[in-house]
Structure formats: structure tokens, C-alpha cells
């Protein structure tokens, strides 16, 4: 399911998250890019049918954000073209220049990476940094590097590889 398609009454699936009130799937399509200002055939648009208050809060904030917070565009503004993308990390709205989609693992036993992500440059690259501190203090069973970086990603909550943070996890209680 795409955020642009629509049902016969001009819903997208952004119209029907935003009224179900369920916001891990409004947020899930809203990462993926869209116009939150385009109204259905009856010319509502996704915030006139939401009723749950926190579903309300994120459409209305992304209503606000008229301008991309990146640096890479020179802070385009947002319109049918120029659409938002939501940032899953920092939770904020970003051009497509200044974001980066991707699939990711959503628990430590997936086979395959089956959650969708959008991260803004800037999160990318923290996320990134501490990913390949860990990789190579795993490889190199530098145990206080693992513990030390592991410390950092859970104080600072950065949502980093879940397998990759087991598999610290596990070392890190070897090494103790």
C-alpha cells in the first residue's frame, strides 16, 4: 500500500490512517513522502478526519512545517511537489534531498529487513557513526568499547541495527 493511493471517494491511505487514529500507520506512510494538504472528493483532507488528539498533533505539526529543516535543499518549502518526508528518528519533516528511505530488520530474529524507514541526513549519520563504532569493537572484541558505545546508543535512544545492538548485547555479557 502506497500513501498516494486512493479509494472511490479520493481517500489516500493517509486519509484513512489519519481517521482510524492510528499513528505507528499514519507515521509509517508519512515517512514514505506525502501531501498532507491534499483533500479527498469531498475536499477534506486527512486533518479534518482525524479525531484521535495525537494524530491530530503530528498532522498539524507537519501542516506547520512549511519548510524542509535540512540544509541540502537550501530549505525548500513544501507544497504538492515538494513533498514531506517524516523522519522516524528525530521525529521532524524533511525534503526527499535531505532524507534517506530505507528497510530495516524490525526484531533480532528476522530473516529479512521488513520495516520501512525514513531518516533525515543528519540522524543517518549518527545512527550510521555509532553502527560502525560497534561493528568494528565487535570484530575486534574491544569490550570496552562495545560497553561504552552501547551505554551511549541507550542513553541517547538511538534506534540503530536491532541485530546488530543483540549481537553487542551478547558479547558485551560474554566479556563481563
Known amino acids: 500500500m502506497q500513501p498516494t493511493w486512493q479509494d472511490m471517494h479520493g ?7 489519519a481517521s482510524s487514529g492510528n499513528d505507528d500507520v499514519l507515521k509509517c ?3 514514505f513522502g506525502t501531501d498532507v494538504e491534499r483533500p479527498n472528493a469531498r475536499l477534506h483532507t486527512p486533518l479534518d478526519l482525524a479525531t484521535n488528539p495525537s494524530t491530530r498533533a503530528l498532522l ?3 501542516l506547520s512545517t512549511v519548510k524542509c529543516k535540512g540544509t541540502t535543499c537550501n ?4 507544497d504538492f511537489v515538494n513533498i514531506r518526508y517524516f523522519c ?8 526527499s534531498k535531505c532524507s534517506t528511505r530505507s528497510w530495516v530488520f524490525e526484531h ?3 530473516q529479512t529487513k521488513e520495516r520501512p524507514v525514513c531518516r533525515c541526513d543528519a540522524c543517518a549519520n549518527i ?3 555509532y553502527e560502525n563504532e560497534l561493528q568494528n569493537a565487535i570484530n575486534q572484541h ?4 562495545v560497553t561504552n558505545t552501547l551505554s551511549e546508543i541507550k542513553e541517547n535512544e538511538i534506534d540503530i541495527d536491532v541485530q546488530m545492538f543483540e549481537e553487542a548485547t551478547i558479547l558485551e555479557r560474554k566479556l563481563d
Not at 522516524?88 to 525534503?95: I, L, R, T
Not at 574491544?142 to 568499547?145: L, N, S, V
Request: some cysteine.
Open 60 to 62: 498539524q505539526k507537519a
Open 75 to 78: 530549505h525548500v518549502v513544501f
Open 11 to 17: 481517500n489516500t491511505s493517509v486519509h484513512q490512517a
Open 108 to 110: 533480532q530474529k528476522a
Open 142 to 145: 574491544e569490550f570496552t568499547i
Open 88 to 95: 522516524d528518528a528525530c521525529q521532524d519533516f524533511f525534503c
Open 29 to 31: 506512510f508519512l515517512s
Open 127 to 129: 545512527i550510521g557513526k
